[in-house]
């Protein structure tokens, strides 16, 4: 049994919901980081949850390689074909099934963007708050536990997402969770796959915790003289209570190129770009008191944005800042990481990071979710020039060991694929040989994404 043998079989099967086609393939090889081309062998389109567990079933009999595809906005090459295979792109499940507004909860299929199901949402007073930024799948969110600019407030998808429908390796279909807000009835099994980059099975169905619109919001963007400044800001901020919706760190590199990108003219200093939400009353206590912890660490003037429009025009910076930073240098390629510390140690992996990179002979401007510790370097550099990829990836090692020494993990959102596959035994000892055994379990041929996140034989 071969891949080949595999698509000859699923070609019968499913008609023309599998295609070799070059751009095909092509388009589900790439990585939005550095990582090098991978593209599978074909790509099969599935409509429902029995055209998954067909897939399975037959990749498990030929010993086929499977990777889940969402959007595609992974960027620790998670989606990669590393040893070829057939790629499963859930863009044509992409419906919402049920909402169920008076239990404030959500099922649908795993293709659907989060903003599709906001929008779907909207009459409702009701919305679906993580936010990674990147217009991605909900089933590839939960697969690589994403959560984003609104995490310090509302939680990762690990805290958003009750219960699933998973396919497993051999096409069995199970479900975990249900859409009680609790339960302490045995393994969580959810929260296994949440995370599991499609690893242990593919999700074609996810119950998620839906929370209510606030009734008033108001976005702000202030500048600082210097980032132990602004990064100090942070922590007071966070360890005085205040609830944040969004608090965001920039650096003066990183304003430059919202700058250009967006013709704006902000000052060329470290900025935070931060969000209150609640009632009038509420935002209104909420920024006076973070106000006067911005004039105490020699933070500038507010602008504020209240009007749906100007919000939207804020955050459009924030989320467009990996653009932006591309942009600042032509043709280069982009080493992109992230890391997550305790928030007493923030100010001091920022600057150590920013120390090493301006030792360095390569652009890496820095921006994050500093509200809960987790920041990220994208380290520019010129792909046609190798020794500059090796600097890039040296500065990573060096965050990953400043996050671990400081009590922090070597990722905080972008998860593990390739990238921080190296890092696994240094984060957790001996459990992560305890993944390994739960792989085999689910998934004793290791058909599933095979190469990431565990290493099995």
């Not at 081309?37 to 790509?43: G, I, L, S, T, Y």
């Not at 949850?49 to 595809?69: E, M």
């Not at 009459?123 to 600019?149: E, I």
């Not at 591309?326 to 992109?336: Q, T």
Request: proline letters at 4%; charged letters at 20%.
């Amino acid at each position: 049994m071969t891949i080949s043998s595999a698509i000859q079989a699923l070609t019968s099967l499913l008609g023309d919901q599998i295609t070799t086609s070059k751009s095909d393939r092509d388009l589900h090889g790439r990585s939005e980081s550095h990582f090098a081309e991978m593209p599978p062998d074909a790509v099969v389109y599935p409509t429902s949850t029995a055209d998954v567990s067909a897939i399975l079933r037959l990749c498990h009999d030929h010993d086929c390689p499977v990777i889940g595809f969402g959007a595609g906005t992974s960027l620790e090459a998670q989606t990669s074909a590393l040893r070829g295979g057939i790629a499963v792109d859930f863009s044509k499940m992409a419906t919402v099934i049920e909402v169920r507004a008076e239990d404030m909860v959500a099922r649908v299929q795993p293709g659907i963007t989060r903003q599709a199901l906001n929008e779907d949402l909207r009459a409702t007073g009701l919305m679906f708050p993580v936010d990674p930024g990147a217009n991605a799948s909900l089933g590839g969110m939960a697969s690589t536990r994403a959560s984003g600019t609104t995490a310090v407030r509302y939680g990762t998808m690990r805290d958003n997402v009750l219960g699933l429908e998973v396919v497993l390796a051999d096409g069995q279909i199970i479900r975990t969770g249900t859409a009680a807000a609790k339960s302490s009835a045995g393994y969580d099994l959810t929260a296994l796959f949440v995370g599991a980059e499609g690893t242990l099975g593919l999700i074609t169905e996810l119950t998620l915790k839906l929370h209510g619109q606030p009734e008033a919001t108001a976005a702000a963007i202030c500048a600082f003289d210097d980032m132990d400044a602004a990064v100090t800001c942070v922590m007071t901020t966070i360890q005085c209570g205040i609830p944040m919706a969004r608090i965001e760190f920039v650096d003066t590199e990183t304003t430059l190129a919202f700058n250009a990108y967006s013709g704006m003219s902000m000052p060329a200093k470290p900025h935070l770009l931060v969000e209150f939400q609640g009632s009038e009353a509420s935002v209104a206590a909420d920024a006076a008191q973070f106000g006067a912890l911005v004039a105490d660490h020699g933070g500038g003037d507010f602008e504020w944005a209240t009007k749906p429009e100007d919000r939207n025009r804020l955050w459009a910076l924030r989320h467009n800042g990996y653009y932006a930073i591309l942009a600042s240098r032509p043709g280069a390629r982009a080493v992109v990481t992230d890391l997550c510390v305790p928030i007493s140690k923030l100010a001091q992996a920022v600057e150590e990071t920013r120390a090493d990179i301006a030792a360095s002979n390569i652009p890496g401007p820095i921006l994050g979710h500093v509200g809960d510790g987790n920041f990220h370097a994208i380290l520019l550099i010129d792909p046609e020039q190798p020794a500059e990829k090796e600097t890039a990836l040296h500065l990573s090692h060096l965050m990953v060991e400043r996050a671990l020494a400081l009590g922090g993990t070597v990722t905080g959102e972008h998860g593990v694929g390739l990238g921080k596959l190296a890092y696994m035994a240094a984060e957790h000892g001996d459990a992560w040989s305890t993944m390994a055994t739960l792989k085999r379990s689910f998934d004793p041929k290791n058909i599933l994404n095979p190469g990431k996140l565990v290493q099995i034989n």
